[in-house]
């Protein structure tokens, strides 16, 4: 983020992770909504525990070479909760962790209900967040759900968690940019990252229609990840292919025409050549 703009994936398990990998990303978005969907087959309502994201996420490290951020929502308790999350998170080899400040249990954006903790309770949690690490390698990202209050509050709020140590804040916006056109939105963004000082985290939803991820990163953005882009795409084509072989008993194959058209193109892209290597194969 230095040196330039962060273009990462957003995945939820380990296979989702290696994918990315393979295709070319650079760094890894570890979706608390995907975790919890693909786990649990829940919705993004704060169900998944802090050992069974640890443990989850330790796979997911596991299977690739990049960083990978990881979403521990609101820290799983009390600040004496958050310390001992991000250690354990750091113990499971996780580059980046995103913490925010909503009431727990927290609840997806999408849905109504969000509600923040004081400014108070939010700077304890990012404090033992802070003072929980070992490695200054280790990237705190500050997130901040004040959209559903006002802007001058989510504003302040970035500015409170830089100046206590935040390595990036991360500004949820979507109620700002209802009802605004693209070209609006982006207009916003672009004045919104210019108030913010330090790097600034994009929340996660798609650019406006007719931009990209690099018209976010030009707009002041550092680190860029498309959350639910995976997870609706995995839903939708899982739900397309046991449709078809329900209503006509055969599977029509359409994968042949992917990158991986067979399993074992897929076992390739999971480093089977590694695992003959060491088993002597």
Excluded at 8 to 18: H, I, P
Excluded at 42 to 59: K, N, Q
Excluded at 122 to 145: G, Q
């Amino acid at each position: 983020m230095a040196s330039a703009p962060v273009i990462a994936a957003a995945c939820y398990d380990a296979l989702s992770a290696r994918i990315a990998e393979v295709v070319g990303f650079d760094a890894l978005y570890l979706s608390g909504m995907g975790v919890e969907v693909s786990q649990l087959g829940a919705p993004d309502i704060g169900l998944v525990t802090m050992s069974e994201l640890a443990s989850h996420a330790a796979r997911v490290v596991d299977a690739v070479q990049l960083p990978v951020v990881a979403d521990i929502d609101a820290g799983f308790g009390g600040s004496i909760n958050v310390y001992r999350t991000v250690r354990t998170m750091e113990r499971a080899g996780i580059a980046g962790l995103q913490i925010e400040d909503q009431v727990q249990p927290k609840k997806c954006p999408i849905l109504p209900g969000r509600a923040v903790v004081s400014r108070e309770a939010a700077l304890d949690r990012l404090k033992a967040a802070l003072d929980a690490r070992r490695s200054s390698d280790l990237v705190i990202i500050a997130r901040t759900d004040a959209d559903v209050n006002s802007l001058q509050e989510t504003l302040e709020r970035c500015e409170m968690f830089r100046e206590a140590g935040a390595d990036v804040v991360m500004p949820m916006y979507g109620e700002f940019i209802k009802g605004l056109s693209p070209v609006e939105q982006m207009d916003f963004l672009r004045k919104m990252c210019a108030r913010i000082r330090g790097p600034v985290m994009a929340q996660g939803s798609l650019p406006p229609p007719g931009f990209t991820a690099d018209d976010l990163a030009a707009a002041g953005f550092r680190f860029v990840m498309f959350a639910s882009s995976a997870v609706l795409t995995t839903v939708n084509s899982l739900a397309k292919l046991y449709r078809g072989i329900k209503e006509s008993g055969v599977d029509d194959r359409r994968y042949k025409d992917g990158e991986f058209p067979m399993l074992l193109d897929v076992f390739k892209a999971l480093h089977l050549d590694r695992y003959n290597a060491i088993d002597g194969g």
